[in-house]
């Protein structure tokens, strides 16, 4: 008989800490403030060497994905501000960000390796990227075509200099 009123004391602190759970955002794992950030930037890779040199801009307006458990599945997203740089703030665990390459654009850094979120934050966490080769080529006129073209100009231009007669 004396055990009856401790089992009913400690049935009423599960259920106060379900309930607990539940009004500080449903599961127990996610409540409280996040461990860390992830931070980066999107950047026009002038040269196309996979870094970001000095003088090589940040990209504005760009989609940063983040696969929370690096398990195929996007969860959240990013735009990428004026300076081309992005955060999220994370509680600790795998993720796996990913950038959405802009249209004309081809991604020149090998995408970044997966983040492991301890409470520490995480930055430099960078996508670069190019101008994509134009698939509209200028009409082939090629060199030498250019050259005499530009040798039919230079006479025009000295006959018309001596005595604009051209003969
Ligand atoms: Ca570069
Ligand atoms: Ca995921």
Same mark, same amino acid.
């Given at each position: ?9 400690v049935e009423r ?30 950047? /026009?890779?002038?040269?196309? /060497?996979?870094?970001? /040199? ?9 989609t940063i994905q ?47 390796? /997966? ?48 005595g604009g007669d051209?003969?």
């Amino acid at each position: 008989m004396s055990s009856r009123p401790r089992s009913c004391r400690v049935e009423r602190w599960i259920v106060l800490a379900a309930v607990l759970a539940l009004v500080s955002g449903g599961s127990p794992l996610r409540a409280g403030v996040p461990a860390g950030s992830i931070s980066g930037v999107s950047y /026009d890779d002038l040269n196309g /060497d996979g870094t970001r /040199d000095p003088g090589e801009p940040g990209l504005a307006g760009v989609t940063i994905q983040l696969d929370e458990d690096a398990n195929g599945t996007f969860d959240d997203t990013r735009i990428t501000g004026a300076a081309g740089d992005y955060s999220f703030f994370v509680f600790n665990g795998l993720y796996r960000l990913r950038q959405v390459t802009p249209v004309g654009r081809v991604q020149t850094s090998a995408d970044p390796a /997966d983040v492991f979120m301890n409470s520490t934050n995480v930055s430099n966490v960078d996508f670069g990227s190019e101008l994509a080769p134009s698939v509209v080529e200028v009409p082939a006129l090629g060199d030498a075509g250019l050259v005499a073209l530009a040798a039919l100009l230079l006479i025009a231009a000295l006959a018309l200099l001596r005595g604009g007669d051209v003969r």
